[in-house]
């Protein structure tokens, strides 16, 4: 529905996964939208439809540098968040965390701007708390390959409540747990886009270590009503919160729920566990409940269907028709 208020909105990491979603939700809103990206993960297909819109602007710039911007609010998306992408250039990872935030924070401060930070369930680590909820310090390696992501997000939140405490700054922070559906990366090597590509193309579906490490998916329209009403929130509500699905399964049962949804005949096969990958995880979203009135609504058979039907268009050699299909049902 339309806001009252057409506000300026910056979403930085708007042309990927999450942050394609959330400009589209808040053009919906009636909000004008500043989208800034390097599209180092994200795409251009990924707000096609949105760039022909007058309340929508996209800029290509890289947010470890610094940027001027008179907005209302800021959404701080920007970072690499799949394993391979994020250890790819682990150093730049760490400077698109760290400085970026440094970057939002300072534009926030400056303009009196709300500031909203995606971080993750990763600053838990490998967490010995289960669920997870938003007082527990987490379990870090700080020397591992995972680290780069990790640290670069917990220095994020240091710097954010630094930040309101030394001077006011009006802050939001979201612990964001495994999200998935359409426009996810078909080739980041996240275990939702691997498993539905691998069963739609026939090929072998590869799980890492025994398979019963566990995750509590999230469907994307659900975490990003997650974002709008954390944003909307009194300034007290400064977060941390976590948002995710609480429901928890082991990644073969995962595996098993999307050859039965696909039809496929492909074989689950078995590889090597990651250095660091958490053994278990899951959110306690009781906070997010009680100050944000949020859970989210669609289950993982309904998200995977509509995730799966993205997937099929597209490897079925359409994207732009897939860009668009997604865009219509959101
Ligand atoms: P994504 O990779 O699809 O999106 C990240 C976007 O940031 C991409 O468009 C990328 O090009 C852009 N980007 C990366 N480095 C940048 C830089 N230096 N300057 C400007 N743009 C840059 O990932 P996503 O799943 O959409 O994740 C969005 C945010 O949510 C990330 O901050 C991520 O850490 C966080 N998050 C996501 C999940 C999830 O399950 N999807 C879980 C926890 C946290
Ligand atoms: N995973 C898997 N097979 C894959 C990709 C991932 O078994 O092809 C596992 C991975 O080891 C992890 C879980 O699935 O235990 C979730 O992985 P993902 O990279 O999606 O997210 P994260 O580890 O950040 O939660």
């Not at 808040?26 to 993960?41: E, I, R």
């Not at 400085?99 to 930070?117: E, K, P, S, Y």
């Not at 492909?266 to 859970?295: E, H, K």
């Amino acid at each position: 529905m339309p806001s009252l208020v057409r506000k300026r909105v910056l979403v930085t990491g708007g042309a990927g996964f999450l942050g394609s979603h959330l400009c589209e939700r808040l053009l919906a809103d009636g909000h004008d939208v500043l989208c800034v990206d390097n599209y180092f993960t994200g795409a251009k297909a990924n707000i096609a439809s949105l760039v022909g819109s007058p309340h929508f602007e996209m800029l290509r710039h890289d947010v470890s540098t610094p940027l001027l911007a008179e907005v209302d609010e800021i959404y701080n998306l920007a970072c690499p968040a799949s394993p391979i992408h994020y250890q790819h250039d682990p150093v730049q990872t760490l400077k698109t965390s760290v400085l970026g935030a440094i970057h939002m924070l300072d534009i926030a401060r400056r303009t009196g701007a709300r500031v909203f930070q995606a971080s993750t369930s990763e600053v838990y680590g490998d967490p010995d708390v289960h669920p997870q909820t938003e007082d527990y310090c987490g379990n870090v390696n700080p020397l591992g390959p995972r680290a780069c992501y990790d640290e670069g997000k917990r220095c994020a939140e240091t710097l954010f409540f630094d930040h309101r405490r030394q001077h006011g700054t009006r802050i939001k922070v979201v612990r964001i747990f495994n999200t998935y559906g359409p426009r996810m990366h078909p080739d980041d090597g996240r275990v939702v886009s691997n498993f539905i590509t691998q069963a739609l193309r026939g090929d072998d579906i590869t799980l890492y270590g025994d398979g019963s490490q566990t995750r509590a998916f999230c469907y994307v329209s659900d975490m990003i009503e997650g974002f709008v009403r954390m944003m909307d929130s009194e300034d007290d509500v400064t977060g941390p919160v976590n948002l995710g699905n609480p429901h928890e399964i082991p990644v073969r049962e995962l595996a098993e729920r999307v050859l039965v949804l696909t039809g496929s005949r492909s074989r689950l096969v078995y590889r090597p566990l990651p250095q660091d990958d958490p053994t278990q995880r899951c959110p306690d979203i009781g906070r997010a409940r009680r100050m944000l009135g949020w859970q989210p609504e669609i289950g993982l058979e309904d998200g995977l269907g509509r995730t799966i039907a993205y997937f099929e268009r597209l490897l079925s050699g359409d994207p732009a028709r897939t860009v668009s299909d997604a865009l219509i049902a959101g």
